[in-house]
């Protein structure tokens, strides 16, 4: 492997819609044997009640789901207070970054939210507006 796509939740909402760019970017990650992956909390933001399951479900089996372990939650409270943040507001963005950071090198996130997801994962991580 050689590499992370991480889908926040607008990146996995988009592949469950299928989108063209979406799907483009998980086409070129299987080519090059990138793994994508998704914090199992996103599934949960991510879950539309107008889209059917089954579709819902396709897209979840197409990419690997990464629990919000302890280490994770204390890494992404790390990366709120260094940001100055906190809150709900925040709290899923962090696990996202945390899981991008934690994850092998390098990653990349597919986001709508470019801005704070930058703010917290530094210049590490290549964010990338969906």
Known sequence: MSGTLVLDCE???????????????????????????????????????????????????????????????RHASKLLAAAGLHGHKYALDAIVASTALTSPAPATVLTSDPEDLLMLCGPSIRVIKV
């Open 11 to 73: 990146g996995l909402s988009k592949l469950v819609r299928r989108t063209p760019e979406t799907t483009e970017w998980l086409a070129a990650a299987e080519a090059e044997d990138i793994r994508v992956v998704t914090s199992s909390v996103t599934l949960v933001e991510a879950r539309d009640p107008r889209v059917n399951q089954a579709r819902f479900d396709y897209a979840v089996s197409r990419v690997n789901i990464i629990p919000p372990t302890e280490a994770i939650a």
